[in-house]
Structure formats: structure tokens, C-alpha cells
């Protein structure tokens, strides 16, 4: 199941860098996705919210800019998100059995959206996790737990 919460974005404080061809972006979307969390001690099938992705949107009609920063990507290291690697862990993560390794996610939802955002991978994941983590106080998405 996929959720998707729309945040405004008002200004660029939280980030180092919007590219002046997309000051026409009006919000970002927080895309979480529910993941079957299986627990031996009791043979429940629970589940968790986790992000999907974070990207910027022009209009409400899914039109976003993507694939901005061939450079920013191609320098791109996972080492670049030491500093936050534990909150990715547990907020944005790839669900079990899913394809997808979730360095690899992250990678992903760097290069196709982050670098719209920001040259600053660390920004990128920062502004989505704190969006995640005030939709999670705010009980934003308790409908799917």
C-alpha cells in the first residue's frame, strides 16, 4: 500500500541550493510506503510505514522535475550519509523481499529527485526525514497502521 502526503513548500530555507529553472515547484510530496513486518515471537503479521520517495511537484497533476544533476549523482557516495545512515535505516527503508537493496533506494531517489532539490545529498534526506518524522507526530498517516 502507498500513502502520499503532500507537504507545501513555502521557501528553500532547509536547503543550500534550488535551481532557479524550477522556482515554480509549489510543494514536495512524501510518498511512504506500508511494509509487512513479520514478528517470530508471536506470529504476527504487523506492518510499518517507511518512505518511499520525497520529490518536488509544479502542480497537483504529477508533474515533477526529475533527473536534474547527472554531476551530483555521478559523485554521489552512500559514506556521503554517515551522519543520518541510522534514521534512513529505520524511517527509509526497502521493504522485505522487495528487489530493491535500500542503499540502492537511496540512490535512486537521490538522483531522480534530490538533485532537483539541492547539490547537498545530506539536505535532501534531512528535509524528508524531518517531513516523515512531523507526519508521524502529527498521526498523519495513522489510518494505516
Not at 526525514?129 to 489510518?143: E, G, H, M, V
Request: charged share 20%; hydrophobic share 30%.
Amino acid at each position: 500500500m502507498f500513502l502520499i502526503i503532500a507537504f507545501f513548500y513555502l521557501g528553500s530555507s532547509h536547503l543550500d541550493y534550488v535551481p532557479p529553472n524550477y522556482s515554480s515547484i509549489k510543494y514536495c510530496n512524501l510518498a511512504l510506503k506500508q511494509c509487512p513486518k513479520y514478528t517470530k515471537m508471536n506470529d504476527q503479521n504487523t506492518h510499518s510505514i517507511s518512505i518511499h520517495g520525497f520529490w518536488p511537484e509544479f502542480d497537483f497533476s504529477n508533474n515533477f522535475p526529475q533527473w536534474c544533476n547527472k554531476s551530483a549523482c555521478d559523485d554521489f557516495s552512500i559514506d556521503d550519509l554517515e551522519t543520518i545512515r541510522d534514521d534512513l535505516e529505520n524511517y527509509w527503508y526497502s521493504c522485505q523481499g522487495w528487489s530493491t537493496r535500500t542503499e540502492d533506494l537511496w540512490r535512486h531517489e537521490w538522483c531522480r529527485h534530490g538533485t532537483c532539490l539541492t547539490s547537498n545529498p545530506i539536505d535532501y534526506f534531512t528535509v524528508a526525514l524531518s517531513a516523515f518524522k512531523q507526519a508521524s507526530d502529527n498521526n498523519w498517516f495513522q489510518c494505516c497502521y
